[in-house]
């Protein structure tokens, strides 16, 4: 691996590492990854925006006042 490149399993499973379940990826394009699924309706697969996302966030960001 590069030294910006990391392997990403891709069931979640870390103890997983069968060659079809392993991705080779930038840490940018891990994060972007992450990012998104984060941002992702666990029931439905859409993709959260704005307000949604930061109710549902396991790390919500504080509320200005």
Same mark, same amino acid.
């Given at each position: +691996?590069?030294? #910006?490149?990391? %392997? $990403? $399993? =891709?069931n979640g499973? %870390? &103890?997983? /590492? *069968?060659?079809? /379940?392993?991705? %080779?990826? &930038? !840490? =940018? @394009? $891990?994060? =972007? +990854?992450h990012l998104?699924?984060?941002?992702? #309706? !666990?029931? &439905?697969?859409?993709?959260l925006e704005? =307000? @949604?996302?930061?109710?549902? *966030?396991?790390?919500? +960001?504080?509320? %200005? &006042?």
């Amino acid at each position: +691996l590069r030294d #910006d490149e990391i %392997v $990403h $399993h =891709a069931n979640g499973d %870390v &103890t997983d /590492n *069968s060659l079809e /379940n392993l991705r %080779v990826m &930038t !840490q =940018a @394009e $891990h994060a =972007a +990854l992450h990012l998104t699924d984060d941002r992702r #309706d !666990q029931r &439905t697969g859409r993709i959260l925006e704005g =307000a @949604e996302v930061r109710r549902r *966030s396991k790390f919500p +960001l504080p509320t %200005v &006042t």
